[in-house]
């Protein structure tokens, strides 16, 4: 079994900064890829930013410049660093793990995180 912890969320004003940690636990092998994504209140959950194993990366349009997705492939670790909040990044954010390969053999397409809360005040 697999397991991502997530960690970093909070209340913050407008203009402040956060990092977000999502940690997978198992006996992993690897790990494809790695994202975070968002869902606000009455709204579906949307894409963040994502990184493949080899470090390539997506943004969404409305948080290109501003967050920063990175990962630690040793530690099977995503982060997510994001600066120059705006109330309307409040959301609780979901840290995802696509093709999750254990030690063993067994292959998980995707493993979600509980959540965390984000809130960004005006």
């Known amino acids: 079994q697999v397991q991502l912890v997530e960690s970093g969320g909070g209340l913050v004003q407008a203009g402040g900064s956060l990092r977000l940690s999502c940690a997978a636990s198992?006996?992993?092998?690897?790990?494809?890829?790695m994202g975070w994504y968002r869902q606000a209140p009455g709204k579906q959950r949307d894409l963040v930013a994502t990184?493949?194993?080899?470090?390539?990366?997506n943004y969404a349009d409305s948080v290109q410049g501003r967050f920063t997705i990175s990962r630690d492939n040793a530690k099977n670790t995503v982060y997510l660093q994001m600066n120059s909040l705006k109330p309307e990044d409040t959301a609780v954010y979901f840290c995802?793990?696509?093709?999750?390969?254990?030690?063993?053999?067994?292959?998980?397409?995707?493993?979600w995180g509980q959540g965390t809360q984000v809130t960004v005040s005006s």
């Open positions: 198992g006996t992993i092998f690897s790990i494809n890829a």
């Open positions: 990184i493949t194993r080899g470090r390539i990366t």
């Open positions: 995802n793990a696509g093709g999750v390969r254990l030690y063993g053999g067994m292959w998980y397409n995707d493993v």
